[in-house]
């Protein structure tokens, strides 16, 4: 099980700080992706991180403003997103993929958390 958590109300260039919390022991068997979601829109890819943490991959619309991290002694993943915009609201959800390689495509991730709630004013 995953659990999302962090979400809140920020003013347009203000931060959050997104984590993801697994109960599952092996962890370390996924990849672990954040998602989100407006209203109306179809869920998006936000950033993906390698098992061992080596290894990310960004969303052109947060490159430079989104960090992926992990520990895995904690089982946690983190999303840190600076510099937000109003076009940052969305649900925001952790997502473990067993697949071999990083990916954007949310159709491939097995397991997800249940959103957590992010809104930016403007």
């Known amino acids: 099980q995953l659990q999302a958590s962090g979400g809140g109300l920020v003013q347009a260039g203000g931060s959050l700080r997104l984590s993801c919390v697994a109960s599952e022991r092996t962890f370390t068997n996924y990849n672990m992706g954040w998602f989100r979601q407006a209203p109306g829109k179809e869920r998006e890819f936000v950033a993906v991180?390698?098992?061992?943490?080596?290894?990310?991959y960004y969303a052109d619309s947060v490159k430079g403003r989104g960090t992926i991290s992990r520990d895995n002694a904690k089982n946690t993943v983190t999303l840190q997103m600076n510099s937000l915009k109003p076009e940052d609201t969305a649900v925001y959800y952790c997502?473990?993929?067993?697949?071999?390689?990083?990916?954007?495509?949310?159709?491939?991730?097995?397991?997800w958390g249940q959103g957590t709630l992010v809104t930016v004013s403007s």
């Open positions: 991180i390698s098992r061992s943490g080596g290894h990310t």
């Open positions: 997502a473990a993929g067993s697949g071999l390689v990083l990916t954007p495509n949310f159709r491939v991730y097995d397991y």
